[in-house]
């Protein structure tokens, strides 16, 4: 038994104690005996949750003992002052069937995979409920024994209405806050923005943050800034977007601590034009992609900080990703492949192949690496299973599994790899990768300083397989040494493009929608 349960448990052994006391003791002496053991108790209580939390020593046994133990200790006090006059039952009935009420609603949140916190205002109700019994063991006039009872009862009654407290826990288990800061780019014609598809707040940008009339090669519209569906401005500074995104995620986190959330934190950087806040500029001694990394490692420990500080950390599941591999082309203001082939605007492992960190305390293994396959398609899948939501068909299976257990079985057997419109130019299994013809373009000479660097036309001319294990640089072919595992993965490529099409083979595809298709 840790530390924080036992200072449970103690509170529990103190009001069998606490009772004999008003029992047993000659008065008025049992008054004062009684109320050091209730303020010991009570201690105890605001001890025992700081040390759960800060020490990771939070369990169920001490999720169900913890609250039943401060019920215990309150109503035991309320018996006492029925019995001896100072408080009628039916308040005591009042304050009990407020209690039920929030155990019930909790254990039918817990049952659909939700935990209620408690709000300002239950703390509120508890801490006052806590004074009042304090002056009601002491020898206090008739009149302010009264007004206790009243606060009491007032302070119950307040809860049970108050729009973040209990009555309204009955949507919170079912009703999540949504919210994306940052880069959308998914149609930034009105009905395509983030609050016509679920989410209740946008601030950001609705495209790249390249797209925009100062673009060094291209010529872009003005680049607007959004705040829900309207439009803050154009062009507007971006040194201060990631600080900007960052403080709105850590108050969106607050704002919605006692029910669930979906917080896309959707950062325009590290992707050009760079802009960095003046309290990163020229910190990392490594240039503005430096600093600028330095500055998104900041928002990432804001945001972590954040959920730490109010004890989310067990009830929420953090990813942090990438859509692509770098842009090269931009030479020192972009990052590095590691050695994968080619980068960004490619099927290649260079342009694709992106670290997935995951962290939820006490449901993902710490430290643990998983190989399987898996895809960001995958992401709205996994969220939806934990939230126990229905989804129609779509291309994305839930890697919950993998997140719970990294050895477990393969969620999918294959991911095939489309680009330049509907064109599928490779196929894997997680462990061979088979490359079809196809044109694309490579990075030749690197850009410097925000200019990007030019790039050259190249061709697949043939099939390639490539040993991803032992070959994630894509450099060795070995399709004569393995033609089995390419045929194998030709007929993956074709059920795929049966349903999804192909412009490379000329396929249709009977599932292939329109832009724009719900």
């Known amino acids: 038994m840790n530390t924080a349960n036992k200072l449970t448990m103690a509170r529990v052994v103190m009001i069998p104690i606490f009772l004999a006391v008003l029992y047993l003791v000659i008065p008025p002496y049992h008054n004062y005996i009684a109320l050091a053991i209730f303020v010991l108790a009570s201690v105890t209580d605001f001890i025992d949750g700081y040390v759960a939390r800060h020490y990771d020593q939070v369990t169920d046994f001490g999720k169900f003992m913890d609250p039943l133990a401060d019920k215990l200790l309150v109503v035991s006090a309320m018996l006492w002052f029925v019995q001896i006059g100072r408080m009628p039952a039916w308040c005591v009935l009042i304050v009990v069937a407020r209690e039920f009420a929030v155990t019930g609603l909790r254990l039918v949140a817990v049952d659909n995979g939700r935990v209620i916190a408690a709000g300002w205002s239950g703390k509120v109700k508890t801490a006052t409920t806590m004074v009042c019994i304090c002056l009601m063991l002491l020898p206090i006039p008739a009149a302010a024994n009264?007004?206790?009872?009243?606060?009491?009862?007032?302070?119950?009654?307040?809860?049970?209405?108050?729009?973040?407290?209990?009555?309204?826990?009955?949507?919170?288990?079912?009703?999540?806050?949504?919210?994306?800061f940052g880069k959308w780019h998914l149609g930034d014609a009105e009905k395509f923005l983030p609050l016509q598809h679920g989410f209740d707040e946008w601030y950001g940008l609705p495209y790249s943050n390249d797209m925009w009339p100062y673009h060094p090669k291209w010529k872009f519209p003005d680049l607007p800034t959004y705040e829900g569906n309207e439009i803050l401005g154009y062009n507007l500074d971006q040194t201060t977007l990631t600080t900007d995104y960052t403080e709105r995620s850590?108050?969106?986190?607050?704002?919605?601590?006692?029910?669930?959330?979906?917080?896309?934190?959707?950062?325009?950087?590290?992707?050009?034009?760079?802009?960095?806040?003046?309290?990163?500029?020229?910190?990392?001694?490594?240039?503005?992609?430096?600093?600028?990394?330095?500055?998104?490692?900041?928002?990432?420990?804001?945001?972590?900080?954040?959920?730490?500080?109010?004890?989310l950390e067990r009830n929420t599941l953090v990813i942090f990703?990438?859509?692509?591999?770098?842009?090269?082309?931009?030479?020192n203001h972009a990052g590095s492949t590691g050695g994968l082939r080619e980068a960004k605007a490619t099927t290649f492992n260079g342009g694709l192949r992106v670290p997935l960190i995951a962290r939820w305390k006490g449901t993902i293994p710490a430290g643990t690496v998983c190989e399987r396959l898996a895809s960001n398609i995958d992401l709205l899948p996994t969220f939806a299973q934990i939230a126990q939501a229905p989804l129609p068909k779509i291309d994305g299976v839930s890697m919950l599994p993998l997140l719970e257990d990294p050895d477990a079985a393969p969620v999918r057997d294959a991911l095939c790899l489309y680009y330049q419109d509907n064109s599928l130019e490779a196929v894997t299994d997680g462990t061979y990768k088979l490359i079809f013809p196809h044109d694309y373009l490579a990075y030749g000479t690197p850009g410097d300083d925000g200019m990007p660097g030019e790039m050259i036309p190249r061709r697949v001319e043939e099939k390639e397989?490539?040993?991803?294990?032992?070959?994630?640089?894509?450099?060795?072919?070995?399709?004569?040494?393995?033609?089995?595992?390419?045929?194998?993965?030709?007929?993956?490529?074709?059920?795929?493009?049966?349903?999804?099409?192909?412009?490379?083979?000329?396929?249709?595809?009977t599932g292939r929608r329109k832009p724009g298709y719900r």
Request: charged fraction near 25%; hydrophobic fraction near 40%.
């Open 465 to 509: 397989l490539y040993d991803m294990r032992r070959d994630p640089g894509e450099r060795c072919n070995v399709l004569s040494q393995h033609p089995e595992i390419a045929e194998k993965l030709e007929a993956v490529a074709e059920r795929y493009r049966a349903e999804l099409g192909d412009d490379l083979t000329g396929c249709e595809g």
């Open 250 to 311: 850590v108050k969106f986190i607050r704002e919605n601590r006692e029910r669930p959330f979906f917080l896309y934190l959707a950062h325009s950087m590290p992707h050009v034009p760079l802009a960095v806040s003046d309290k990163f500029k020229g910190k990392s001694e490594q240039g503005l992609y430096g600093d600028v990394m330095m500055e998104l490692d900041w928002s990432v420990g804001e945001v972590l900080r954040t959920l730490e500080e109010l004890g």
């Open 321 to 331: 990703t990438s859509d692509n591999g770098p842009w090269i082309a931009y030479g």
């Open 146 to 180: 009264t007004l206790c009872v009243a606060l009491i009862v007032a302070f119950v009654a307040l809860v049970i209405v108050k729009p973040d407290a209990t009555i309204n826990a009955v949507n919170v288990i079912f009703d999540y806050a949504t919210a994306i």
